[in-house]
Nanobody, 114 residues
Framework: VQLVESGGGLVQAGGSLRLSCAVS????????MGWYRQAPGKQRELVAV???????NYADSVKGRFTISRDAGQNTVYLQMNGLRPEDTADYYC?????????WGQGTQVTVSS
């Protein structure tokens, strides 16, 4: 299983970015796919996840600003990030969790300038 993220970059505060994560290989179902982030000197934290049945969960800090979605084939997950803040600066990691294992992408960097 391979997860490949894309879409990170540098953006000014208030701007938007869209992260994508494509999964290749065996996709175990049911599963939960989502995004976590890790800022320098901090622990990795959940940003947003979405199950194959459509249930979502967001960190309080991103509610109302970020939206997670999955394509119809359930092998790509997106994170639309609006109203970005400097505190959103971090490495963002894609994750697929299932009964058969927990898989991570290599991460994509998001930097929000003030």
């Amino acid at each position: 299983v391979q997860l490949v993220e894309s879409g990170g970059g540098l953006v000014q505060a208030g701007g938007s970015l869209r992260l994508s994560c494509a999964v290749s290989g065996t996709i175990f179902s049911p599963n939960t796919m989502g995004w976590y982030r890790q800022a320098p000197g901090k622990q990795r934290e959940l940003v947003a996840v979405r199950t194959t049945s459509g249930t979502t969960n967001y960190a309080d800090s991103v509610k109302g600003r970020f939206t997670i979605s999955r394509d119809a084939g359930q092998n790509t997950v997106y994170l639309q990030m609006n109203g970005l803040r400097p505190e959103d600066t971090a490495d963002y990691y894609c994750n697929m969790a299932s009964f058969w294992g927990d898989f991570w992408g290599q991460g994509t960097q998001v930097t929000v300038s003030s």
